[in-house]
């Protein structure tokens, strides 16, 4: 007689143990610290692996299911925007530069972060961070694609989209996403997991994506729109591996928590740097803004990093070291890097420029205590010497800060009127920063960022020994077209005349 | 008190879902932004299969949420029935 067994559907907890726990084994012909050998020398303590618990618990089958609806509903939009014009149905062309921005500053990162989590999932011993940490590379080569993807239909209208992984390499902004990533990468594999998993997934990711990719929506872009927000569906799952790595880390072994918070420290800092791009993208790129950038800040920065800080403060972690600097430079620093941007925009891959009288009410309104005390006197001048004829270009190099990487653009935390600059010695060659916070994760380990690549000092360098054309080839740039002011440039004519073909019959 | 967040894109999926869990969590405040809806409550924010049924008319599996989800804030905890956001505070 046939027996008849029902299956019984496994339920989520037990699928994921079957799933995900029982592939793991134990070793026998080698020792587990032969097959993990760096998993120890950070000084981490885990006595427990299996105490690491995905609270999604997402086994493989369903991840595949889930990410395939994920990349439909994707290049549905994509689709769609390149058969409906998408190129034209920007508010205006100048929101291209955010667009150029991202494309080579951030996408390359997320390459860089499917890199370094293909190692992390390969050093840790334990089964359930392994499977988290492959589904994470997946996603973040996934969003390395869709977002070249997706800006490759404006690269077929607009300049400066064309040479992104070069200026990646080789431009001086993008350097600074580039070393944090690199800078990660080059860390043990617990630190990577708390630069990237934590700091840039929980505290930074949603300053980065959600405000901006809701400002895109505004901003008639439905391909940007559509790669955040599925890119964001993952962080979403990132951010909370990041916040179980923590966990799972101080739980383990008191001797942890020293360790942890000194990353707490020099990663919130490091990604508060990145965020110095990200908040002038928002106040000064997005003709119809959502929100700016101190009040994406207060929502997601000081609303959610204080609910997080409470929330481990049981576990002896306070605040990050630099947490207090950052809010006193948070109504200061988007105008602070436009005004560094316009100056230097001969050698930007994006336009930038003077903001209309429009936009400077706004940001009046938006930064009362600082916009009309300190930056609108600088965009009148500046406005007075481009209607003379004589636009304020600055053809000096800046120091860079050895650490972010940053020109020191930025103020004092006490005084907006005094660029801050520190220095220190160190074997007999003197380095510059652009604050303590970087000044102090330099000198903790001096002898990783003394050999940083910086993008100044390569100007002096082979194949350009100081030759500004040489250097815009050796970057890609095309001179008059890529870079300078918005005003005049190919962009904004081809924008005009191309929207209004499609808007009339002639 | 720390607040507790979701974040949604708007569509037609996540319209039940935002109403399920409304219903649900009475202490919760819904903000639409362009694009997305984000949800705000205080210390703790469930969201319930059943009540999502209900307002679908069809079997709900909560992994369904991955796919139109955009960031939250709070320790995550999933089984077959309830989604569970929460800060210790
Ligand atoms: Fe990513
Ligand atoms: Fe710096």
Redo the contacts with the bound molecule.
């Keep these: 007689m046939e027996m008849k067994v029902a299956k019984k559907k496994l339920g989520l907890k037990e699928r994921y143990r079957v799933m995900t726990r029982d592939l793991g084994w134990e070793p026998s012909y080698h020792t587990k610290e032969a097959l993990y050998p760096y998993v120890g020398y950070e000084g981490i303590k885990i006595h427990d692996w299996e105490k690491w618990e995905d609270p999604f618990r997402l086994t493989m089958d369903a991840y595949w299911k889930y990410q395939a609806e994920k990349e439909r509903k994707f290049y549905a939009i994509v689709d769609a925007h390149a058969q409906n014009n998408g190129h034209l149905n920007l508010t205006d062309a100048r929101y291209l530069s955010a667009l150029k921005i991202f494309l080579q500053a951030i996408s390359p990162g997320?390459y860089a972060?499917h890199k370094g989590f293909a190692r992390a999932g390969r050093e840790f011993p334990g089964v359930g961070t392994q499977v988290a940490c492959q589904m994470q590379a997946i996603?973040?080569i996934r969003?390395a694609q869709t977002q070249i993807h997706a800006l490759s239909n404006y690269n077929k209208y607009y300049d400066g989209f064309h040479a992104f992984s070069d200026q990646r390499d080789r431009i001086w902004y993008t350097s600074v996403p580039r070393s944090f990533f690199d800078d990660a990468m080059s860390a043990g594999p617990f630190e990577f997991m708390v630069a990237i998993g934590f700091s840039f997934e929980y505290v930074l990711?949603n300053l980065l994506f959600v405000p901006f990719m809701s400002g895109a929506a505004y901003n008639g872009d439905m391909a940007t729109v559509t790669f955040g927000f599925s890119?964001q569906s993952?962080?979403a799952r990132?951010m909370t591996l990041g916040l179980e790595c923590i966990k799972f880390l101080l739980e383990q072994d008191p001797a942890n928590v020293p360790i942890v918070q000194a990353w707490f420290d020099k990663w919130f800092w490091r990604g508060f740097r990145v965020l110095g791009l990200v908040s002038t993208m928002m106040d000064y790129m997005l003709p119809k803004r959502v929100m700016s950038w101190r009040e994406a800040w207060n929502m997601y920065g000081i609303e959610n990093g204080t609910a997080l800080f409470n929330d481990l403060a049981r576990y002896g972690i306070r605040p990050p070291k630099g947490w207090d600097d950052a809010e006193k430079a948070i109504d200061h620093m988007s105008h602070q890097f436009m005004l560094g941007l316009y100056q230097w925009s001969f050698g930007t891959s994006f336009h930038s420029w003077i903001p209309s009288d429009d936009e400077m009410a706004w940001l009046s309104k938006k930064y009362p205590t600082t916009f009309d005390k300190y930056y609108r006197p600088r965009w009148d001048h500046i406005k007075k010497l481009a209607a003379a004829g004589t636009p304020y270009k600055n053809y000096g190099l800046p120091k860079l800060c050895q650490t972010c990487q940053l020109p020191t653009v930025f103020t004092e935390p006490e005084d907006p009127t005094l660029i801050c600059h520190r220095e220190v010695e160190y074997k007999g060659e003197r380095y510059h920063f652009c604050s303590d916070g970087c000044q102090h994760i330099f000198e903790n380990e001096p002898e990783k960022y003394i050999q940083a690549w910086l993008p100044m000092p390569q100007i002096h360098q082979d194949p350009i020994r100081g030759d500004l054309g040489a250097w815009m080839d050796w970057v890609n740039l095309k001179d008059g077209q890529d870079n300078g002011d918005y005003v005049g440039s190919n962009d904004q004519r081809n924008f005009d005349a191309w929207r209004g073909l499609a808007t009339s019959n002639e | 008190m720390s607040t507790v967040f979701i974040a949604l894109q708007t569509n037609e999926d996540t319209r039940p879902i935002i109403e399920a869990i409304a219903h649900d969590n009475p202490q919760a405040v819904v903000h639409r932004q362009p694009a997305m809806v984000k949800i705000d409550a205080p210390n703790r924010l469930v969201i319930r299969r059943e009540s999502i049924e209900e307002r679908l008319g069809r079997e709900y599996d909560l992994q369904e949420l991955q796919i139109n989800l955009i960031t939250l804030s709070g320790h995550v905890d999933e089984d077959e029935d309830a989604f569970t956001l929460t800060w210790n505070s």
Excluded: K, L, S
């Design positions: 997320e972060a996603d973040e969003h990711t890119a993952d962080e990132h």
